[in-house]
């Protein structure tokens, strides 16, 4: 029996050793460069990779498209500059279908340090995600262009988590950045420290969002356009069940600049569901019709607390339709001054301060305003 024991103990050691070399054997890092590297494209690198591999992409222009994960757990990492952002772009040069698709990853399929660009497509964004639920850190998309869903990218059914990520100069029909046309799951989108700005759409300059209720934190909005309705945000939710909600939540985010040809200058809650903002703050947006900051229809709400809203122009209210205030909110009609001489401000000194001292004389600016907007005259330090 002893000896029996000896055997067995042996056995299952020899085994564990095996698991364990096998495992370690997996984990393996494929290199990916222009030249002298096993691996000159990313796709090759990928279709030779396991799970729990890592892709090491040096710095370069790597002109692929239609790229597919095949529903593998690896780590695709790009090479930064000394500023940390990424060395890495992939350029399609408008060729294929988009740059990059997932189809039900998770969340150990992680993307990071990569500039996405080149896409120009109908109705499919640079990248897309469908049922899947990858993480992206430190990523650009940038000047993509697309007649569909999501310039950047477009999510459905999924929650990917993108950190530290610009979407930059991207155009659709819905949501010039990013698209997300339902979350079918528990779980939602997350966005961490991203920043919007200069993305151009009919509905959701910068994102539109559609029965989905992501979480937003630290997030920038600035410069973006929807000819239509939500200069950055556009939200639309269903009551058929809780999933399909619509109930955004937007922590410390900062809305500034943006427009809306009709309704909602930063953010329009549209049919169902809410856009609850705390900390936030949402200045200098314009819209033409309803809410220059914020537009909600009878059926859905904002709920603002510990928020700055100020200096929004081109309607009667500043938020229009339902909405639930409480006393931590600060909504003035002018945001106050950032730097002396920025009477409107708008964060710099210029002829518009000029104006708005002219326009209010003596009611109650004087000669001295003039004199501290010629003094301080240029950008807010």
């Not at 690198?45 to 790229?67: L, Q, R």
């Not at 209210?317 to 002018?334: A, E, F, S």
């Not at 002396?340 to 109650?364: K, Y």
């Amino acid at each position: 029996m002893i000896e029996e024991m000896r055997t067995i103990r042996t056995h299952l050691l020899a085994t564990a050793a095996c698991l364990l070399l096998c495992v370690g054997a997996r984990a393996e890092t494929l290199d990916v460069c222009p030249t002298g590297c096993t691996y000159a494209s990313i796709q090759n690198a990928i279709d030779a990779s396991s799970d729990g591999d890592t892709i090491a992409v040096a710095a370069g222009t790597y002109h692929e498209f239609d790229i597919t994960l095949q529903g593998k757990a690896i780590t695709i990492s790009g090479d930064t500059d000394s500023n940390g952002l990424p060395a890495v772009t992939i350029d399609s040069q408008g060729m294929g279908t988009n740059i990059i698709g997932f189809f039900g990853e998770g969340n150990d399929t992680i993307i990071e340090h990569l500039v996405f660009t080149g896409c120009s497509g109908e109705g499919v964004a640079a990248v897309t995600m469908f049922h899947a639920d990858p993480i992206m850190i430190n990523c650009t998309f940038i000047d993509n262009v697309n007649t569909g869903l999501g310039g950047g990218a477009y999510n459905l059914n999924g929650s990917p988590h993108f950190i530290d990520c610009r979407f930059i100069d991207n155009s659709a029909h819905w949501g010039g950045g990013y698209a997300c046309w339902e979350t079918g799951q528990p779980d939602h989108p997350v966005f961490l420290r991203c920043t919007f700005s200069g993305n151009t759409a009919t509905l959701g300059g910068a994102i539109g969002n559609l029965r989905s209720s992501p979480v937003l934190t630290e997030c920038v909005f600035r410069n973006n356009t929807a000819t239509e309705h939500g200069g950055a945000f556009f939200n639309e939710g269903d009551d058929c069940c809780e999933r399909w909600f619509g109930d955004v939540v937007m922590e410390q985010c900062v809305f500034e600049q943006n427009t809306a040809g009709q309704s909602g200058g930063a953010i329009c809650n549209s049919i169902f569901g809410t856009t609850t903002l705390d900390g936030c703050t949402i200045k200098n947006n314009t819209a033409e019709i309803d809410g220059s900051a914020i537009a909600s229809s009878a059926a859905t709400m904002a709920i603002l607390t510990g928020s700055t809203v100020c200096s929004n122009t081109g309607t009667a209210d500043q938020i229009d339709g339902p909405v639930d205030l409480d006393d931590t909110n600060d909504i003035v009609d002018i945001c106050p001054a950032d730097c002396d001489g920025d009477i409107t401000g708008d964060g710099e000194v210029n002829v518009s301060d000029l104006l708005a001292v002219i326009a209010d004389w003596d009611n109650p600016y004087t000669v001295a305003d003039i004199l501290a907007a010629i003094d301080g005259w240029g950008p807010c330090p």
